[in-house]
């Protein structure tokens, strides 16, 4: 079992900045990957960032490249996602997970079918 908690969310003006932050408790040492997802009203969820274990590989939505940058602190047990140059379009509910499965390929990592684990999410709003 893994339990998931994101904070961090919030109301902030176009260009500015946000960190987004996931504690994760349980069985840790079973999370291989871990992400973070969005999903505006009335869209579909949308895959935002991923980052290995290791935090050598990562993984990034063209959406959100140079933006965007995802880390991982295994001996805190949690992750972060810091955003910039925050724009309307980023407005969503902001998803942590986790997955426990170790794939040959990234390609995987953009699936939110992948994680097993998900948060209850944090709401972002961008106004101007």
């Known amino acids: 079992q893994v339990q998931l908690v994101e904070s961090g969310g919030g109301s902030v003006q176009a260009g500015g900045s946000l960190r987004l932050s996931c504690v994760a408790s349980?069985?840790?040492?079973?999370?291989?990957?871990v992400g973070w997802f969005r999903q505006a009203p009335g869209k579909e969820r949308e895959f935002v960032a991923s980052?290995?274990?290791?935090?050598?590989?990562?993984y990034y939505a063209d959406s959100v490249k140079g933006r965007v940058t995802i880390s991982r602190d295994n001996a805190k047990k949690t992750f972060d996602l810091q955003i910039n140059s925050l724009q309307s379009e980023d407005t969503a509910a902001y998803y942590c997970?986790?997955?426990?499965?170790?794939?040959?390929?990234?390609?995987?990592?953009?699936?939110?079918?992948?994680?097993?684990?998900w948060g209850q999410g944090t709401q972002v709003t961008v106004s101007s």
């Open positions: 997970a986790a997955s426990s499965r170790a794939y040959y390929s990234g390609n995987y990592y953009y699936i939110s079918g992948t994680y097993e684990y």
């Open positions: 980052i290995m274990r290791s935090g050598n590989n990562t």
């Open positions: 349980g069985r840790i040492f079973t999370i291989y990957a």
